[in-house]
């Protein structure tokens, strides 16, 4: 799933029963109001399971490949493609999505949400990949064109035969080349490193990095990946022998940009599982009674273009709380990162038998591979001394198994939705970890706060580089003195990604850099620059948040770049004006509120507890 807009969530599931159907079929799209909380079914054509998905320049949205069409059960559709999946199915009426490119513009209420231009454009005959792919890896570049990457051409546990004789093909079940979208004439081309982690490369994780090339991590292997010439420069292997892709599935995110640390990149590994290779299996599935197997709890830190000319190196950061597969990392406006969902043992994927365990009927969480769900949130603080960043001290616990095909994603007004958990071959809602229709809200402990900021004149758009905006906070958006509110306010642009598989596809979070002018009736303009360049934040759209004491304003959605792709216009950057103090001594106070517990959230009937998750309605779908 991902936010459109300020306003619009929209839901991908794969082709299933589900019980809500459009144009006689299930449906598996859907696009839900925030502030009503209510869903709109939405037609998709193609079998959007396991795809992968990423912005555009403009705002709109794409996914990519998928699986072939499936009928009940989840089994190929009626009508077989040339490759052995499913071309069509009778019964879900599902297309082979497996070289799809689908491509929505997000729509608000002023539009009419049933005109075409609103809806999914799904026509594989039209725009498709050069190749099948199903769950590839996608990382927008500097000119807001997107590299797709490896994947299955069919389906299974993990992406390779036992013993693995044929790391590139996998006897045609595999795909080790990349792709670009718009291809403008770029034919798809193989990649060494998709060869040398066969088997362990699906939903690689990718990060475009300041000098132009990529971080790419799979298996145990990370390289930095000039993408532009194919040249692949090898780093240290993953410690510990702990792999963190899917279906190890651990958590992962890029820390927050910030101007005090120049915009250096560092990437954040945590969970997964250590397995040894064996154990992985195959297509049909794992050689081990997985859920038997506890999750890793390590976590590593790898900065790939030291500043200081270095050598990179993984460093050993601190552990989890708990081990987890299958946790999702959500930076928050506050620069913190939530991790969320999971397992304490497994893997993510399911299947009907293990190496160990012959028999549907002896698998003790129906087709689960994992075990041991982890209702409790907890917060890394990225700038805390080692030994003490993680934390889960006042958080609530959530009900809700969130394992294999759950989802996360942050909404404007700084809270987290979570959906979904399916690891079942189709809708089934009597095993052990059913097909949830449930969501749930996080509200991190910042909504115990009083006093939100309000900002006024966020820009529509953001460039790279130019003349400085101007934001302004009255005086009822802080408590206390307004030199020391002003003193530590933040603007900073986060972009949620695309939410599939406990991980963000294109998540990153900067702050730009400002300065401030407290006004003598208490208000404070702040003066802030534009974004650096396309590389540190690719062109697309994001939240603009403001944040005075850790507390972050509502987030208002901007478009960074000219919305085009194409090389982005980058100008210097200006010189903000130096930072003016009130001499009036101004402060505000505000009456705390009777119940410290609660907070009414405007717009919804929701009565959220603080660091707790609520449960919601939500329509009857999928992640």
Avoid at 377 to 386: S, T, V
Avoid at 565 to 580: D, F, N, R, W, Y
Avoid at 608 to 613: L, T
Wanted: hydrophobic share 35%; charged share 15%; aromatic share 10%.
């Amino acid at each position: 799933m991902f936010l459109g807009n300020n306003e619009k969530v929209y839901i991908l599931d794969k082709a299933e029963g589900n019980a809500a159907t459009i144009n006689g079929h299930p449906a598996w799209g859907a696009v839900w109001d925030i502030a009503t909380q209510q869903a709109t079914v939405m037609d998709v054509v193609t079998n959007t399971f396991c795809a992968s998905g990423m912005h555009l320049p403009n705002g709109s949205w794409v996914t990519f490949g998928g699986n072939g069409a499936v009928g009940r059960g989840g089994n190929i559709g009626s009508q077989r493609n040339s490759a052995g999946s499913g071309a069509w199915d009778s019964e879900y009426q599902d297309f082979d999505g497996t070289k799809a490119i689908r491509i929505l513009n997000p729509c608000t209420d002023s539009d009419s949400l049933s005109s075409p231009k609103c809806q999914w454009y799904d026509d594989p005959n039209v725009v498709s990949m050069q190749k099948r792919r199903w769950y590839s890896a996608a990382e927008a570049l500097a000119d807001g064109s997107v590299v797709l990457i490896g994947g299955f051409v069919n389906g299974g546990y993990v992406n390779r035969n036992y013993p693995n004789v044929d790391p590139e093909f996998q006897g045609g079940a595999a795909e080790s080349t990349f792709e670009f979208y718009p291809a403008n004439g770029r034919t798809a081309a193989t990649m060494q490193f998709m060869i040398k982690t066969s088997g362990l490369n699906s939903y690689a994780h990718t990060y475009l990095l300041k000098s132009g090339k990529m971080l790419v991590q799979a298996n145990v292997s990370t390289i930095i990946w000039d993408y532009t010439n194919n040249i692949e420069t090898p780093l240290p292997d993953m410690p510990n022998n702990v792999v963190r892709v899917y279906p190890a599935s651990g958590a992962v995110a890029m820390l927050p940009l910030k101007p005090k640390n120049n915009y250096t990149q560092t990437i954040l590994f945590c969970g997964g599982c250590d397995m040894p290779d064996y154990a992985w299996g195959d297509y049909a599935h794992p050689s081990i009674n997985t859920w038997d197997y506890p999750a890793s709890k390590d976590c590593q830190r790898l900065t790939p273009e030291p500043p200081d000319g270095s050598d990179p190196a993984y460093e050993a950061d601190d552990d989890m709380l708990e081990g987890r597969t299958m946790g999702q990392f959500i930076v928050l406006p506050d620069g913190k990162i939530l991790v969320i969902n999971g397992g304490l043992n497994g893997t993510a994927g399911y299947a009907e038998a293990t190496g160990e365990t012959a028999n549907y009927g002896d698998m003790p969480y129906g087709m689960s591979l994992a075990s041991g769900p982890v209702g409790a949130p907890a917060i890394y603080d990225p700038e805390a001394p080692k030994g003490s960043r993680w934390s889960n001290a006042g958080l609530g616990t959530s009900q809700i198994a969130r394992l294999y095909h759950s989802s996360a994603i942050l909404l404007p007004d700084a809270s987290v939705l979570v959906a979904g958990s399916n690891p079942n071959a189709d809708v089934n809602i009597s095993t052990v970890f059913p097909t949830t229709y449930k969501a749930e809200i996080f509200y991190p402990p910042y909504f115990k706060a009083t006093t939100r900021p309000v900002p006024s004149g966020v820009p529509e758009t953001i460039s790279y580089g130019g003349d400085y905006f101007n934001i302004t906070l009255p005086k009822s958006s802080y408590t206390g003195s307004a030199n020391d509110a002003a003193e530590s306010t933040t603007v900073v642009l986060v972009r949620g990604g695309f939410s599939t598989h406990a991980m963000n596809m294109g998540q990153r979070y900067l702050q730009l850099n400002n300065t401030f002018t407290v006004n003598n009736n208490g208000s404070i303009t702040l003066h802030v620059a534009q974004a650096p360049n396309s590389y540190i934040f690719q062109p697309g759209p994001a939240l603009l948040f403001v944040n005075v004491r850790g507390i972050p304003s509502n987030g208002s959605m901007v478009i960074v770049g000219n919305g085009q792709i194409g090389t982005q216009p980058t100008a210097l950057a200006s010189t903000l004006p130096e930072s003016v103090y009130s001499t009036s001594n101004t402060t505000t106070t505000t009456q705390s509120k009777a119940n410290g517990n609660t907070v009414t959230l405007t717009g919804s009937s929701i009565f959220a507890a603080v660091a707790g998750i609520v449960v919601i309605g939500i329509y009857n779908l999928l992640i």
